[in-house]
């Protein structure tokens, strides 16, 4: 059982490129969520999913966008990469939102040149 | 904010000493959920705790809640150098679809 998958596990982009982190499941959970996290910090909220076709923003949304066609796949997308968003990347799920526990992919270190 | 705070922000303690972690909130909750995070790795969920009870626990971790204080704590007895790592707390208010989470504590075990 695979659980939460995150690829790529590195990518360095330099500023102004496009990229998308991917994120998939293999447990039909409904619920799935992106956070990045910096140096000594929590993890902050990017965008989350309470079901295929439904996205929200989280708490830092500007520069992310998200879409959610099939259960399995959250999809992140950076459109125009910034140095501020050199970070560590999570997508996380569960079966019924906050309500139960959530499940981690192990991140994507992202670094903008 | 939702967010829950840790305290304290980062503890050293002796391998098979216990360690006691805490949270607070601001929100009445439905739920708050404790989580781990080993360097580098993604999170892992330890305990859920429902607003109707008062404490759980799973193996060597005991949760409180305290509805009226607003708090939690996290108790993680007879440590092992495995438990180092910085530990999250994520109150969830009723309807609440975000899962947030403070900046946590950060437990090393000492060996």
């Known amino acids: 059982n695979a659980g939460v998958t995150q690829t790529p596990k590195f990518q360095v982009l330099k500023t102004g490129q496009s990229m998308t982190l991917q994120c998939a499941q293999d447990m039909n959970h409904e619920y799935m969520s992106w956070y990045r996290q910096d140096p000594g910090m929590g993890l902050r909220l990017i965008h989350y999913?309470?079901?295929?076709?439904?996205?929200d923003q989280g708490e830092v949304p500007n520069g992310y966008n998200v879409s959610r066609s099939t259960t399995e796949d959250f999809p992140l997308r950076l459109l125009s990469a910034a140095p501020s968003q050199t970070s560590v990347y999570f997508c996380?799920?569960?079966?019924?939102?906050?309500?139960?526990?959530?499940?981690f992919g192990q991140g994507t270190r992202l670094t903008v040149v | 904010s939702q967010q829950g705070e840790e305290d304290p922000q980062a503890l050293s303690i002796q391998e098979g000493e216990n360690a006691t972690m805490n949270c607070s909130y601001k929100?009445?909750?439905?739920?708050l959920q404790w989580y781990r995070q080993n360097s580098g790795r993604g999170l892992v969920h330890l305990i859920l705790i429902r607003s109707n009870e008062r404490e759980k626990h799973s193996g060597r971790l005991r949760v409180t809640l305290d509805t009226s204080k607003k708090s939690s704590s996290l108790l993680i007895t007879a440590s092992r150098a495995a438990d180092t790592a910085s530990y999250f707390c994520a109150p969830i208010p009723f309807g609440n679809e975000k899962l947030t989470f403070g900046t946590g504590t950060r437990l090393t075990i000492i060996p």
């Open positions: 999913s309470v079901g295929a076709g439904i996205t």
């Open positions: 929100t009445s909750i439905n739920n």
């Open positions: 996380a799920s569960s079966s019924s939102g906050t309500g139960t526990e959530a499940f």
